[in-house]
């Protein structure tokens, strides 16, 4: 089963115009989650502020996959992305000394990761393990 965009219903996205920028926004969202996983990869360690923008992306990322069922990655890349930001997360918090924050914060980055983990597995049905 593969569920697709209906693309009637897309609301103000639902002219040519409206498509364009729909596309420049999911397009930036995602270039954005690749451009910290990469820079983590290569060394690069969060600093204050750095989480906030990370997860927000990556949160309304999740919410137009959702929605609109398009640029839609798949379920090993969201794995990919967890396993390299979680590391860099908590040596943040250690290197800070954030204390329960860190913890609290911990969950929440856990659970975005989990709802768009869940939400590329619907529409990529035969990809669900590795």
Not at 32 to 54: C, N, V
Not at 61 to 82: C, D, I, N, S
Not at 87 to 114: K, M, Y
């Amino acid at each position: 089963m593969s569920i697709k965009s209906d693309l009637r219903y897309v609301g103000n996205f639902d002219n040519q115009g409206g498509g364009k920028i729909l596309l420049s926004v999911m397009l930036g969202l995602r270039e954005k989650i690749d451009r910290d996983i990469i820079d983590i990869e290569r060394g690069w360690t969060l600093s204050d502020g750095d989480d906030d923008y990370f997860v927000v992306a990556l949160h309304i990322y999740g919410v137009m996959v959702e929605h609109y069922k398009l640029f839609a990655v798949k379920p090993q890349t969201v794995r990919h992305w967890r396993d390299v930001y979680m590391p860099a997360f908590n040596q943040f918090c250690e290197d800070t000394s954030v204390g329960a924050w860190g913890d609290e914060r911990h969950a929440v980055i856990l659970d975005v990761f989990a709802h768009l983990e869940k939400v590329v597995m619907l529409l990529h049905p035969d990809d669900k393990e590795g």
